[in-house]
């Protein structure tokens, strides 16, 4: 066996499947906290921006409940405003359980989790699909 061929299964057998997989969880982990901030629900709070990535993509910042009582530090700011956001600025937020962000309320971040769920659990079907005809054809 080359190394191409020795490659190729690498990622047909291991990397493929395990991005599938990771698609899939990370979808699945997202749609409930994105769908409970489209609806409005959740614990009311200030993000405040810290820092933005350079190309874009959720600033990261601090989420402080309307009470006080709730901190969160190192989170992502979801939905939220498009364009350059300097750190300093300051968003309404809902924290909805997702222990990695805070989202701006009725935002459509749901649509984007239902998605990487659809195309992980979509992928993962059909890669055992492939799974199951090669299993058939190699003992013929």
Do not use: N
């Not at 993509?57 to 956001?85: A, E, M």
């Not at 998605?115 to 992928?123: D, K, N, P, V």
């Amino acid at each position: 066996m080359d190394r191409e061929t020795t490659a190729a299964g690498v990622v047909m057998w291991l990397v493929l499947p395990g991005l599938l997989l990771l698609l899939t969880v990370t979808g699945a982990r997202g749609v409930g906290p994105a769908w409970r901030a489209h609806q409005g629900s959740g614990t009311s709070g200030v993000f405040t921006v810290v820092s933005c990535p350079e190309k874009g993509g959720c600033p990261v910042g601090t989420w402080t409940s309307d009470d006080g009582r709730r901190r969160l530090t190192g989170v992502h700011l979801h939905d939220g405003p498009g364009g350059k956001v300097r750190p300093g600025a300051v968003f309404r937020a809902l924290d909805t359980g997702d222990p990695d962000g805070v989202y701006v309320a009725h935002g459509d971040a749901y649509q984007f989790a239902i998605f990487e769920l659809g195309l992980g659990a979509a992928g993962l079907v059909l890669w055992l699909a492939l799974v199951v005809v090669l299993r058939r054809r190699a003992s013929r």
